[in-house]
């Protein structure tokens, strides 16, 4: 058997040759990668679709041990859209992202304890830090443990995202290539989106919705795509952060034209399907993207046509409101209903709320539904202080991007930082419509504007370059 690992290992070098295969890094990472996929059948059924599964899950287990650690964080990105089909592993769901992300994780943490490497300096980490502890003290009023614990770990699991990102994306290549396999990802749900529409306008089939999500306006009934979720504000909340991070890098990034050509066509794409997920709250923060937009990028002469084009927009901002209304008349309430409720639940129980993920089950919650809000939601899951933490976090993501701009030259990491401030900005809008909180695309941008910004400062500043090698060189040097 050692005789037959050392052979894998040996051919895993020649075809992913890297620095981290040096020692006993190889073999720790197996070891921790085999129970991880083995033990998961304990945890469900024992059908034999099932066992296929996880059969296909520890051969991939074995195979992400041998490619370099940052493109497992490409794969990560690329396996977002795929959240929602995961399998049950015990009280727990596991998607493939969060698989590929605990094998990361422990790869990462393998190879920086073996080398002597240090985790990069980041103002991100005490804030998070501090979010998830003022997240813990729910537990101790929760009526449901097994459900708190559910959302806890995916709450960990999206730091731990942005925390890996931070770490593995501190040069310009690397955040080229996170931001190829977001678009990526992005052009694969729009087309399976595409593909939904298809199958319900020729079969009358709608894959991958629960239930059939359709839009009445004016007498005709249009379907909302969904692509890979089951809701169609899902899709538009993950969409807008690509279309927001493409333009600036279709328009900034200096790249080829056979890059800039693939940018513009997922950029159409997504734009496409985002509009037919007729979710009003993303396209009212989309709409007030491209106004600030386009008034920032405006030339001095034009201005005064850009704001006649704002006043005109203004004008018709009441039949619009009537348009969003007739789309779905009942729903507008229910989500008054939801987040007036969020907010009693939040100001009756101050301190630590009624526990994570128990908002939807209380007795007082006529649609057993979220706040439809993340920021009700986390005030009243978990309290008033998590949820300041959590501002605070975003406030100092935000800063520490500013500053870098500051002082970042123009090129393709100033591209994705401004790309990724906007973006993150518009999923902020939006999150205050739609309990944002658990997904990894908001983490994985944190990530990325966390180490954009390192690499700006780094350009510009001698000490800083130096300060920021002191403190990374050790993980750049971990994967070739």
Same mark, same amino acid.
């Given at each position: ?88 592993? @015990? ?16 790869? $990462? ?17 005490? =804030? ?62 729009? /087309? ?39 809701? =169609? ?6 969409? +807008? ?40 709250? @993303? ?67 101050? /301190?630590?709320?009624? @526990? ?5 089950? &209380? ?79 908001? $983490?994985? &941008?944190?990530? +990325? ?32």
């Amino acid at each position: 058997m050692n005789h037959a690992i050392h052979r894998l290992c040996r051919c895993a070098k020649r075809i992913c040759p890297a620095r981290a295969w040096s020692g006993a890094a190889p073999y720790a990472s197996l070891g921790l990668a085999l129970p991880l996929a083995l033990a998961a059948p304990f945890g469900s059924s024992s059908s034999s679709l099932q066992i296929a599964l996880f059969a296909l899950a520890a051969a991939l287990a074995i195979t992400v041990v041998l490619v370099p650690l940052q493109w497992l964080l490409y794969g990560v990105i690329l396996a977002i859209p795929f959240d929602n089909l995961s399998l049950p592993v @015990g009280p727990l769901g596991i998607s493939v992202s969060d698989a590929l992300l605990v094998v990361l994780v422990l790869r $990462w943490l393998l190879v920086v304890a073996q080398r002597g490497g240090r985790i990069a300096r980041s103002e991100i980490y005490a =804030p998070a830090t501090l979010f998830f502890a003022l997240l813990l003290p729910s537990f101790l009023v929760t009526s449901d443990y097994a459900l708190s614990a559910r959302h806890a770990f995916a709450i960990l699991m999206m730091l731990t995202t942005a925390l890996v990102a931070t770490n593995l994306l501190r040069s310009e290549g690397r955040l080229r290539h996170a931001v190829t396999a977001f678009m990526v990802a992005s052009a694969v749900i729009s /087309l399976l989106a595409l593909a939904q529409l298809y199958l319900w306008l020729r079969y009358h089939i709608s894959p991958f919705q629960w239930d059939l999500n359709a839009a009445h306006i004016g007498g005709m009934t249009f379907l909302r795509l969904t692509g890979t979720y089951v809701d =169609p504000n899902w899709l538009a909340l993950y969409l +807008i952060g690509p279309i927001v991070l493409g333009l600036f890098v279709a328009l900034e990034q200096p790249a080829s034209r056979r890059y800039k050509a693939f940018v513009w066509a997922a950029l159409a794409l997504d734009t496409a399907v985002f509009l037919m997920t007729f979710s009003r709250g @993303g396209w009212v923060t989309l709409l007030a993207f491209m106004v600030v937009f386009v008034l920032l990028r405006a030339r001095a002469p034009s201005r005064g046509l850009w704001l006649a084009m704002v006043i005109a927009v203004l004008v018709a901002a009441p039949l619009l409101a009537t348009m969003f209304v007739e789309i779905n008349p009942s729903s507008v309430r229910s989500r008054e209903v939801l987040q007036e409720l969020g907010a009693e639940v939040m100001t009756e129980h101050p /301190l630590a709320g009624t @526990g994570l993920g128990t908002f939807k089950y &209380l007795p007082q919650n006529p649609f057993h539904g979220p706040t439809h809000s993340i920021y009700l939601q986390i005030g009243a899951d978990a309290g008033i202080p998590p949820l300041v933490a959590f501002l605070w976090l975003g406030l100092v993501v935000m800063v520490n991007a500013v500053r870098a701009l500051r002082v970042a030259p123009a090129g393709s990491t100033r591209a994705i930082l401004v790309g990724s401030v906007y973006a993150l900005g518009c999923i902020a809008i939006e999150g205050a419509f739609l309990d944002a909180l658990i997904v990894k695309y908001l $983490w994985v &941008l944190v990530g +990325i504007i966390s180490a954009a910004a390192a690499v700006a400062r780094a350009d510009h500043s001698p000490e800083e370059t130096s300060s920021v090698e002191a403190h990374t060189q050790p993980l750049l040097e971990q994967e070739s």
